[in-house]
């Protein structure tokens, strides 16, 4: 079975500061990756997908990610941050094939100072 | 293009009360339907999820049930309410063809 660490439970960054949000994960293959993006009080919205091909995967909002396999990792960057993006940021990783359930991780609250 | 519903948005019910909340996608046809329970500072919990109509899989034994009367709504239901399953209730979706789940905007549930 999948599993999914996002180790930081918050993050605080400064405006127009670089953000890098940290996720691992756990599959016997090459998984599904995703990253989603909640508001207070809304539906996740998706940000970002890997599936296969490039390791660098352009999302929406000016965000990015790379999958990195050596590391088991799928971190989410931008380059400067705005303040509409304090958000909960939630990895995902599924299981290719099969019933698809995918797994979440806990989450990363990010805070934005201005 | 396909847009997923929920209703209502928000619920405030007593505890012991039956609960319906309901989940429709548009725009699709044959979609997987998911039901999850998020409650604060606690990710994800997966609670029911639905291949076809009449198909329910429920992943955590609780207080709830599924069903899925059409193929595309989904209907998440409570005989009588706890106060543990106070939440946010988000339905998602799934195209049959592909592997990413798309969330609707979910309904805030208070058991008092």
């Known amino acids: ?114 | 293009s396909q847009t997923i519903h929920q209703w209502p948005a928000t619920l405030v019910q007593p505890v012991g009360s039956p609960l319906s909340l309901e989940c429709t996608v548009e725009g699709t046809s044959n979609p997987n339907l998911y039901w999850y329970r998020q409650a604060a500072g606690r990710g994800l919990q997966l609670l029911f999820y639905s291949v076809g109509i009449g198909q329910i899989s429920s992943e955590v034994p609780q207080n709830l049930s599924a069903s899925r009367p059409q193929d595309r709504q989904f209907i998440l239901s409570s005989k009588k309410l706890l106060l543990s399953d106070s939440g946010f209730y988000l339905c998602a979706w799934r195209p049959g063809l592909t592997d990413t789940q798309y969330f609707g905007p979910g309904t805030r549930l208070t058991v008092l």
């Open chain 1, 1 to 114: 079975a999948q599993s999914v660490t996002q180790p930081d439970i918050h993050i605080t960054v400064s405006e127009g500061a670089s953000l890098e949000l940290r996720c691992n994960y756990s599959y016997g293959a090459t998984p599904y990756l995703f990253w989603y993006v909640q508001s207070p009080g809304q539906g996740l919205q998706l940000l970002l997908k890997y599936f296969s091909g490039d390791t660098l995967v352009q999302g929406i909002k000016g965000f990015e990610a790379e999958f990195k396999r050596s590391q088991s990792s799928f971190n989410l960057r931008k380059p400067s941050v705005h303040w509409s993006d304090a958000a909960e940021y939630f990895c995902a990783v599924g299981a290719r094939g099969g019933s698809y359930i995918p797994t979440f991780g806990r989450g990363t609250s990010l805070i934005v100072h201005p």
